[in-house]
């Protein structure tokens, strides 16, 4: 029995947020080290991670005002 709350929707799609940005995550992590020609797309992609879990901690956020 999971002693959790049902979540709502913001913390649904904050689940489904992190759960994306993990499998982006690993697909980079699978190319290091990064051959110096690849070095910016790898860092841009990197930087939209990180605004992803960004957006993801004020969804959270915005779930706990409610």
Do not use: C, W, Y
């Not at 709350?5 to 993990?22: K, M, R």
């Not at 190319?31 to 993801?56: F, G, H, M, N, Y």
């Amino acid at each position: 029995m999971n002693d959790h709350p049902a979540p709502f929707a913001a913390e649904v799609e904050a689940i489904e947020t992190v759960g994306g940005v993990l499998i982006d995550l690993t697909e980079v992590a699978e190319r290091l080290p990064v051959r110096p020609d690849q070095i910016e797309k790898t860092a841009r992609i990197l930087d939209r991670l990180a605004e992803e879990i960004s957006e993801a901690a004020a969804m959270l956020r915005q779930a706990n005002a409610q």
